[in-house]
């Protein structure tokens, strides 16, 4: 197995990709508790499109 560093084109794209999903998910949770201080439906209804997305390609992917 080599061993050594990785490229830094890598290490920048994965390193963007983590910024990119600590974004979404930090953006996920402040908008479900934003939308918790209007009721639980109000909540339901914001967060509804962020799990649609999920759920649609785990359906088509598998």
């Known amino acids: 197995m080599p061993t050594g560093?990785?490229?830094a084109s890598y290490?920048?794209?994965l390193g963007g990709l983590l910024a990119s999903l600590t974004g979404n998910a930090v953006f996920a949770f402040a908008?479900?508790?934003a939308a918790t201080a209007h009721g639980g439906?109000?909540?339901g209804l914001?967060?509804?499109p962020?799990?649609?997305d999920r759920t649609g390609?785990?359906?088509v992917a598998g």
Do not use: D, I, M, N
Request: aromatic share 10%.
């Open 5 to 7: 560093r990785l490229p």
């Open 11 to 13: 290490a920048l794209w």
């Open 31 to 33: 908008l479900g508790w």
């Open 41 to 43: 439906g109000v909540a």
């Open 46 to 48: 914001a967060s509804a």
């Open 50 to 52: 962020l799990r649609r």
């Open 57 to 59: 390609l785990v359906a």
